[in-house]
């Protein structure tokens, strides 16, 4: 596989025991398998359905040695809302699998769909699900994702009266998790479908247009109106869980803000800090807004990573794109000399540079050394907003770390 033509640097300082010196490490993106073909690429390095969005997807590998996707996917057509409204009223998940960790994932089954289409449309993940993320501790698959219902046409004269039905539904979001021992069980409905979510959010502040409010005078919390884009890690130092998340925020307009919650089981019961985190500020003070963090812990570097969506490209000290931070203990974080982990671009095997308008949800698999291997991404070559058609994909996109001492 042919790498070097565009890099990812992430410069990392660690003090070595013997020799003092700084190490770097510069991740390589390889060229992708695919080609241009209209508004979308194709090809065994992209995952795509002309009759549905395809949306952001997180792997593991498996006992069975194989390579196991659950993404977010639904259906698409000029009689459907376009994906700006659609993804919040139909989202499902979907399962794929592969031979391989980059390439040739397969669709095999809806695995998860809102409940409501199949007659309980009370229950708290009733109108859609998406955004899953996949791990595994101790033996036992974890299907963490995002849920929500349509809480219904609010009060004539409420803050929420003049709210759609998207909206109603968006800011309704909460996260809930599936356990599950191998993927058979996942694919023949094997599990127990959590009846409550596993995190929800504390304060409801807006100025308007908002449902079921918090009293006048609440302080936000990062769990701000919804909890969404869940990443999870396990902590070395304590053994605890912490479970990264996204609210939202008006200052006076939206801001995605973050926060972590933490339990001592991957199930939970979790608790949210009050601290806000990935918290780099903009010149006036505020948070630079950011959203999608998929969190890891590097066993030889003794410290956290979050890769993420930067949208004004404070955080990358570049251009929005896809930013890295670090941690030592998973609350603090700090940026890199480099923040920048990716341009919004990918690069074929022929050797031409593709710009993507969207490249995020960032999902990672690894080494057995904690370097990064493979990077999923949830992308489209054009606006997606008004789109109806099956024009976005996830991209799988090779990685090869290179280590150099200075």
């Not at 033996?139 to 046409?153: A, C, H, K, Q, V």
């Not at 694919?187 to 409010?213: D, H, Q």
């Not at 601290?275 to 780099?280: A, K, P, S, T």
């Amino acid at each position: 596989m042919r790498f070097g033509l565009f890099s990812i640097f992430l410069l990392i300082t660690l003090l070595s025991c013997n020799s003092k010196k700084t190490i770097e490490l510069n991740v390589i993106a390889g060229p992708i398998d695919a080609k241009v073909n209209g508004s979308i690429l194709e090809g065994a390095s992209v995952l795509n359905d002309s009759s549905r969005f395809v949306w952001g997807g997180s792997v593991v590998k498996g006992d069975d040695n194989k390579y196991h996707m659950l993404y977010s996917t639904w259906e698409c057509g000029d009689s459907l809302p376009a994906f700006g409204q659609s993804w919040v009223l139909h989202s499902k998940i979907a399962y794929a699998v592969s031979d391989y960790p980059d390439r040739d994932f397969k669709f095999q089954k809806m695995v998860l769909e809102g409940k409501a289409l199949t007659g309980d449309s009370l229950a708290w993940d009733a109108q859609m699900v998406h955004n899953p993320h996949i791990k595994k501790f101790n033996n036992t698959y974890y299907l963490y994702f995002i849920g929500s219902r349509d809480p219904g046409i609010q009060a004539e004269g409420s803050p929420g009266y003049n709210l759609s039905k998207r909206d109603r539904v968006q800011q309704n979001q909460k996260i809930g998790v599936i356990a599950f021992d191998d993927f058979n069980q996942l694919i023949t409905g094997n599990f127990k479908r959590p009846e409550a979510p596993l995190l929800s959010p504390r304060t409801r502040v807006k100025p308007n247009n908002i449902v079921n409010p918090s009293p006048e005078g609440t302080i936000t919390k990062p769990d701000n109106i919804i909890v969404v884009n869940p990443s999870v890690v396990q902590r070395p130092s304590d053994g605890k869980y912490l479970l990264y998340f996204k609210g939202n925020i008006y200052i006076p307009n939206w801001r995605g803000v973050h926060g972590v919650a933490i339990s001592d089981s991957p199930t939970g019961p979790f608790v949210p800090l009050d601290n806000y985190v990935f918290d780099i500020k903009m010149d006036d003070g505020s948070i630079a807004s950011a959203e999608d963090p998929y969190v890891w812990y590097h066993n030889l570097h003794q410290k956290f990573y979050a890769v993420f969506k930067d949208f004004t490209g404070r955080i990358t000290d570049d251009e929005p794109a896809l930013a890295i931070l670090e941690s030592v203990d998973g609350i603090v974080w700090s940026k890199p000399e480099k923040p920048l982990f990716m341009k919004k671009e990918v690069v074929l095997k022929l050797g031409d540079t593709i710009k993507v308008k969207n490249l995020e949800r960032p999902q990672l698999l690894f080494d057995n050394d904690g370097f990064p291997t493979t990077l999923y991404c949830a992308s489209a070559l054009v606006n997606v907003g008004n789109l109806k058609n099956g024009s976005t994909f996830n991209v799988q996109i090779p990685l090869k770390p290179q280590q150099n001492k200075k």
